[in-house]
Every structure is written in C-alpha cells, then in structure tokens.
C-alpha cells in the first residue's frame, strides 16, 4: 500500500538557517512519483516539485534543493538560508502513477516556522 | 494565466441539508481531482475524472458523495444529508493530463465547508 510519513510535526528555525524537511515513503510499485507541495497561511497549496522514481539526480531551485534515495525511500527537501515568507505547511506526495488514477498520497506534513 | 478556481469558498451548512461545491479548472486540464484537507491533516483523494469520466472514485466515504464533470471541465461535488463529520476543506485539483506520466497537480483554493 501506498503511504508517506513526514515524522517532523514542526520545525522552527531562525532566519538563514539551513532547514531540512524529512520525507519517508512506502509503495510497491517499482514506477512512480514524488512530489513536495508548500501550504502557506493562505491556504492554497503550492507545487514545487516532481521526481520520477527511475530519475534519482538531485535537484537544486534556488535556496531549495531535493535529495531522493530510492535506497532508503526518501525524499528530503531542504531550505538553505531560510527565510521568513519561507514559514509553511509542507507536504510530501507520492503518486504511482496512471495505473493506479494518478491520485496523490500525502504526508501529515511539517510546519516550518522560520523566525526573523 | 487563470489557475484552479473554487466556489463558494466558504459554506456553512446545517446537518442534514445537501450541499455543491464548484471547480474550475486551468482550461486545457482534462483530468480534475478532488482532496478533502481535515483540519491539521494532508489532503486525502476522493475522485478522479479524466474528461467527462469519473475514472477512480474509491475515495469517496459513502454513498452521500458524488461529483460529476458533464463537459470535461467545471465539475461539481455533491454532498447530501451533510454530517458534521463532512466539516473540512475540499480542494480541487487539475492537471495536463492523467493517462500517460503522473503530471503534477495544481489546486485551488478549496472550500472551506462546516456543517453546523
């Protein structure tokens, strides 16, 4: 069965300090996909990225990078020099794909809450 | 250009009463999904359409949920004999496509329903 554990509740950290946001998934499809999705106050939830399970390169956006280890089923996102617009809910999500209707597993996600 | 749009995005309701919630999607989407967000809690799927086609609905919780996409865009949910259980945000998703690789979803902004 598909699940994905987010074993950080919340986090605070103060501005510029490096945050990393912990993603552990279970699935028995050897095809699939992770996703991080960003919840502000706001409410409405933001894609930041897509990982396919057979492209495991590390990915950097900006202050934002991804490190995905199919050998420990992670998926972890970290903030480098962490701001305060920074402060969100997080979710990490795994789809497995067309098969099994696309749908997206989420975390209980992490809140971050980054202080000035 | 116009993302996912949701109405209303507030409704309080009585127990008991029916209820429909609206979703627009980024035109040119033909799959939509639809996510209900307790409070603290990640998004959990409830249906699918691909176009006009509700291609998995295994999450919807009974038989009082029900959600239609006649035109293969706008699609509504339905919700009769509302339960205070029922109290959470649903959020509408839509992405390129659904039937080859597992595209990210965008949502909106949800709406937010309390069943008083």
């Known amino acids: 069965a598909q699940k994905v554990t987010q074993a950080q509740t919340e986090i605070s950290v103060v501005e510029k300090e490096d945050v990393t946001l912990d993603c552990v998934y279970e699935t028995r499809d050897t095809t699939y996909y992770l996703f991080w999705y960003k919840q502000p106050p706001s409410g409405e939830l933001v894609f930041l990225i897509r990982?396919?399970?057979?492209?495991?390169q590390n990915e950097i956006s900006g202050r934002y990078s991804w490190n995905f280890q199919k050998s420990t089923s992670s998926f972890n996102f970290t903030i480098t020099a962490s701001q305060v617009v920074d402060s969100a809910v997080y979710f990490c999500a795994l789809s497995e794909g067309p098969e099994r209707g696309n749908k997206l597993v989420f975390g209980a996600g992490t809140i971050l809450r980054v202080k000035s | 250009g116009a993302g996912v749009s949701q109405t209303p995005s507030n409704k309080v309701t009585e127990k008991g009463k029916y209820v429909e919630l609206r979703c627009d999607p980024i035109s040119g989407h033909t799959a939509l999904y639809w996510y209900r967000q307790s409070l603290g809690q990640g998004p959990e799927f409830l249906i699918y359409?691909?176009?006009?086609?509700?291609?998995?609905d295994s999450g919807l919780p009974n038989d009082r949920f029900f959600a239609v996409r006649p035109e293969g865009s706008v699609s509504t949910l339905k919700i009769q004999r509302t339960e205070r259980g029922d109290s959470a945000v649903y959020l509408c998703?839509?992405?390129?496509?659904?039937?080859?690789?597992?595209?990210?979803?965008?949502f909106g902004p949800g709406t937010r329903l309390t069943v008083t």
């Open positions: 998703a839509s992405s390129v496509t659904g039937d080859a690789l597992s595209y990210e979803q965008y």
């Open positions: 359409f691909q176009g006009t086609g509700a291609a998995d």
């Open positions: 990982r396919n399970s057979f492209d495991e």
